[in-house]
């Protein structure tokens, strides 16, 4: 399955994204141990089990990359050029080793590339829920995306 072109991400847009995933403890820690995040709270069982959450958190990175991750195959998946940033994270709720997540995006405004006639940019919202549709994740993310091949609006070959 590819990505949408930009023409088919019109605000109000909402895909329910197929793949769920369970976060296990090997995510967690080999994603802090490769990014250099010490933080006990990630990957200290036992220092975590002194803090309010009695368990170790799953780094909220991990969570953000993830989510955004599940989004790709229906979303972007050879019809982006290029993220161009986010904007306004939220974890409202903690994610824990065995949390199953799924992801939710709503696009929220697209307008034609003043600079590229064969792209616009879209801005994404994505949510990550985990089991009970508890938001774990939210945020806003901008996309410069490829105009349908055979697009007749620009007048330009892709």
Known sequence: MTGLWFEELTPGVTVEHAVHRT???FD????????LNTQPLHIDAEF???TEFGQPLVNSLFTLGLIVGMTVTELTLGTTVANLGF???D???PVFHGDTVRAVTEVVAARPSDSRPNAGIVTFEHRGYKQ???LIMRCRRLALMLRRPDDQTT???V
């Open 155 to 157: 007048g330009v070959e």
């Open 132 to 134: 009970g549709d508890v």
């Open 87 to 89: 904007e306004k994270i």
């Open 91 to 93: 974890f409202p709720a």
């Open 48 to 50: 975590a089990s002194r």
């Open 23 to 25: 976060v296990t403890e």
């Open 28 to 35: 967690n820690v080999l994603f802090s141990s490769l990014t």
